[in-house]
């Protein structure tokens, strides 16, 4: 099943079980693809989706660590409710080792040496991992052994 259809049918579950917040992020991911869509003109395919969400995803938990440190637990628990509400959607993320043996691999073949190397790494990690990780701590990974 494509990922549009999945997150249609989904949407209509939650409607069907009144679940407010499943059903509003579902709207919310929807509302996002809608609007990438229509800046490009086409219909999006599920990798470009997984990109969306990658990005929903990212803006959740900058948002998570603000409303921490103002004192709005309840706000970051939201947040977090809402995260996995969109990792549902996203394929089966990647094992800390699968990361870390896919990070080795990558540096090999870049021949990375030193931290001037990083752009071309996570260049060429960011399709391997869309989606299937979080690209900020690839990207701490990364740095670790580079640096």
Same mark, same amino acid.
């Given at each position: 099943m494509k990922l549009n259809q999945l997150l249609s049918s989904s949407m209509k579950i939650a409607m069907k079980e009144k679940n407010k917040l499943r059903l509003g992020t579902i709207r919310l991911i929807r509302a996002d693809i809608k609007r990438v869509e229509i800046e490009k003109g086409r219909t999006l395919d599920d990798e470009e989706i997984y990109v969306v969400l990658d990005k929903m995803l990212k803006q959740r938990r900058e948002s998570i660590k603000q409303f921490e440190s103002a004192g709005r637990q309840e706000l970051a628990e939201t947040e977090a409710a809402e995260i996995a509400v969109?990792?549902?959607?996203?394929? *089966?993320?990647l094992t800390n080792d699968e990361i870390n043996d896919l990070i080795k691999a990558t540096i090999q073949e870049c021949k990375a040496s030193s931290? *001037?190397?990083?752009? /071309? &790494?996570?260049?060429?990690? *960011?399709?391997?991992?869309? %989606?299937?990780?979080?690209?900020?701590?690839? /990207? @701490?990974? &990364? *740095? /670790?052994? @580079? %640096?």
């Open positions: 969109i990792q549902h959607f996203l394929p *089966k993320q931290m *001037k190397d990083m752009g /071309s &790494v996570m260049a060429s990690l *960011k399709p391997k991992t869309q %989606g299937l990780a979080d690209m900020t701590e690839i /990207s @701490l990974r &990364v *740095k /670790s052994l @580079l %640096g």
